[in-house]
């Protein structure tokens, strides 16, 4: 006996997505990450002492979801400024998957777009971790 259903179709997909994204979203509204000690750690950063171009994000979504933005761009700027991207996709895909109980296709020309985020992201990895005080705003 299996617990998930035979056919896992999208809209169940994105029904348990979207019931596990409002639990961790009134996760960070009642707990701080910086305080509590049940939110995962960067492994990168234990292992490596560096920071992941992901360093900081638990902490920025923690203070999205507060309302405060100036706040979450000191934890992490290039995930609150890409935030906007990922959440219009997430929920263009939810929305179809839900509604219309079909995976939602992204366009073609979207593979450009991550080839370039990709880029900005591990720039973003390495100039953090360089040892110059015009990099620090890049640090959480």
Request: aromatic share 18%; hydrophobic share 50%; net charge positive.
């Amino acid at each position: 006996m299996t617990i998930l259903p035979r056919k896992f179709t999208p809209r169940k997909f994105w029904l348990l997505g979207v019931g596990a994204g409002l639990f961790s979203v009134a996760l960070l509204f009642l707990f701080d990450p910086s305080v509590h000690g049940f939110f995962p750690p960067c492994f990168f950063q234990k292992l490596t002492g560096l920071y992941c171009p992901g360093c900081g994000a638990t902490r920025a979504c923690d203070a999205l979801v507060e309302g405060k933005v100036t706040k979450a761009l000191s934890f992490n700027p290039l995930f609150v400024s890409f935030a906007p991207l990922a959440a219009f996709f997430i929920v263009r895909s939810a929305w179809v998957g839900i509604l219309e109980n079909r995976e939602y296709k992204f366009p073609s020309k979207l593979s450009a777009v991550l080839l370039v985020f990709g880029f900005l992201a591990l720039a973003f990895g390495v100039l953090r971790n360089l040892p110059f005080s015009y990099f620090e705003w890049m640090r959480p």
